[in-house]
Nanobody
Framework: QVQLIESGGGLVQTGGSLRLSCAAS????????MAWFRQAPGKERDFVAAISWSGGRTVYADSAKGRFTISRVRTNAKNTVYLQMNSLNSEDTAVYYC?????????????????WGQGTQVTVSS
């Protein structure tokens, strides 16, 4: 059973930081591109950031550039993706989802991602 399990969400004040984690299991994610999306209440699920298999290529949404950093750690047993979020504001309040796709091209389109986690809530209070 393929699983992407997010953690690290919570309540934070404006200007604060959070680090989200996504642990992949259930199949080999060798070669997978990993990404973060987010969905605010009443809005569509939007791309946040993505990272290549090697970690050498990253792509960010304009809203994330300069504030968020995506990274990944691969070991024989684990494949974990992180999203470090700094300088948070109320517009960052959303459910954050981890996603995975195979192929060489990093995509910002949610319908190109095959695997999804259950999401973790991030709430930024003023």
């Amino acid at each position: 059973q393929v699983q992407l399990i997010e953690s690290g969400g919570g309540l934070v004040q404006t200007g604060g930081s959070l680090r989200l984690s996504c642990a992949a299991s259930g199949r080999s994610f060798d070669g997978a591109i990993m990404a973060w999306f987010r969905q605010a209440p009443g809005k569509e699920r939007d791309f946040v950031a993505a990272i290549s298999w090697s970690g050498g290529r990253t792509v960010y949404a304009d809203s994330a550039k300069g504030r968020f950093t995506i990274s990944r750690v691969r070991t024989n047993a684990k494949n974990t993706v992180y999203l470090q979020m700094n300088s948070l504001n109320s517009e960052d309040t959303a459910v954050y989802y981890c996603a995975a796709k195979f192929g060489v091209r990093i995509s910002t389109l949610r319908n190109e991602y095959e695997y999804w986690g259950q999401g973790t809530q991030v709430t930024v209070s003023s």
